[in-house]
């Protein structure tokens, strides 16, 4: 075979990239020749993630600001030549406490990260897979999303938002070659537990019926799956990965 005729690498985006939910999932992909453009607000460690991958290349990308993430779709787009898989994986839990009592500056960071940055990275990107008529976008999404959380209802109204999104923008595409799909994942064994008291993991450890954490890993194989050519019929979807907590 010639090598004008080798078929170029799936070029996937994925935000949130350099730790947790999104490095698995880059890692998951890279098996099968997926080259990753790592956007995380915390260049070093991205950059030492992306070192760990074959072809990947990192950006500091804080995805609430919509200049940025266009000026990072540009760059991606002119070093990698194409854009075929978005992973919105950038988020938060933000702060753990009543509504009455959360802080509205915390809410305005947690609406910001988790609903705004995903709706500015699909716009963005977007465009760029509609001119080709072709990609795979796969929105993380949460059962919190779904359920709510008592003390997180920022996170979960910003993760409502997601599904919402994700339904709307499928719909709009359907017609193409794009494919918008959600995940919606309980409780995964990632950093982002960390910033939640340990009674609230407890709590959410004990609504899953498996009776444990979710693996990255897990997550990371049903993402690989949606951002694939074989996840043809399924656009505006979500999809459980909750060891038996989701109902709906």
């Given at each position: 075979m010639s090598e004008s005729s080798t078929p170029r690498p799936r070029v996937a985006i994925v935000t949130g990239g350099a730790r947790g939910l999104g490095l698995?999932?880059?890692?998951r992909m890279a098996r099968d020749g997926v080259v990753c453009a790592l956007w995380d607000i915390d260049l070093a460690r991205a950059e030492a993630s992306a070192a760990t991958l074959p072809g990947a290349r990192a950006w500091r990308v804080d995805v609430t600001d919509y200049a940025a993430v266009e000026a990072a779709t540009e760059q991606v787009l002119q070093h990698f030549g194409a854009i075929d898989i978005l992973i919105n994986s950038a988020?938060?839990?933000?702060?753990i406490a009543p509504l009455l009592d959360y802080p509205l500056d915390g809410w305005q960071q947690g609406m910001a990260l988790?609903?705004?940055?995903?709706?500015?990275?699909?716009?963005?990107?977007?465009?760029?897979?509609?001119?080709?008529?072709q990609g795979r976008i796969v929105n993380m999404s949460s059962i919190g999303g779904k359920e709510g959380n008592a003390n997180a209802s920022c996170y979960a109204a910003a993760k409502a938002g997601v599904i919402a999104l994700t339904k709307a923008f499928g719909k709009e595409l359907a017609l193409t070659e794009i494919r918008v799909n959600c995940?919606?994942?309980?409780?995964i064994d990632t950093e982002i537990l960390d910033q939640v008291p340990p009674?609230?993991?407890?709590?959410v450890i004990a609504k899953i019926p498996m009776g444990r954490l979710g693996r990255?890993?897990?997550?990371?194989?049903?993402?690989n799956w949606?951002?694939?050519?074989?996840?043809?019929?399924s656009t505006g979807a979500v999809f459980d990965i909750s060891g038996g907590r989701a109902t709906y």
């Open positions: 698995a999932i880059a890692q988020g938060a839990n933000g702060p988790n609903l705004d940055g995903t709706f500015y990275c699909c716009r963005a990107v977007g465009r760029v897979m509609k001119a080709r008529n995940v919606a994942p309980a409780a009674e609230f993991k407890a709590a990255a890993e897990e997550v990371a194989h049903l993402v949606l951002a694939s050519a074989e996840c043809s019929f």
